[in-house]
Nanobody, 117 residues
Framework: QVQLVESGGGAVQAGGSLRLSCDAS????????MAWYRQPPGKQREIIATLTNGGYTHYRDSVKGRFTISRNSAKNTTYLQMNTLAPEDTAVYYCNAKSVLTNTEYWGKGTQVTVSS
């Protein structure tokens, strides 16, 4: 099992920045991919950034150039640096971990990000 805990959410004005953190614990050796998802109010959850163990990253078009996913392996923490935030970035942000070996994915409980205009 893998446990994920997000932190760093909050309220910010448009143009501001936030850094989300995802602390992982448990059977971390199983994880192949870390990802961040978000769920805007009244909408479905969407993937916004992924990071593989090999260092490959991928971003949703709407966040490219503004958001950066990274990891501190020594701390078992994955980050999402969010710059130039806009009201449409308002959402609950979720950390996700995927294990190819066990075909399992794990979720954190989410952290709220609110961007005001």
């Amino acid at each position: 099992q893998v446990q994920l805990v997000e932190s760093g959410g909050g309220a910010v004005q448009a143009g501001g920045s936030l850094r989300l953190s995802c602390d992982a614990s448990g059977s971390i050796f199983l994880i192949n991919v870390m990802a961040w998802y978000r769920q805007p109010p009244g909408k479905q959850r969407e993937i916004i950034a992924t990071l593989t163990n090999g260092g490959y990253t991928h971003y949703r078009d709407s966040v490219k150039g503004r958001f950066t996913i990274s990891r501190n392996s020594a701390k078992n923490t994955t980050y999402l640096q969010m710059n130039t935030l806009a009201p449409e970035d308002t959402a609950v942000y979720y950390c996700n971990a995927k294990s190819v070996l066990t075909n399992t994915e794990y979720w954190g409980k989410g952290t709220q990000v609110t961007v005001s205009s």
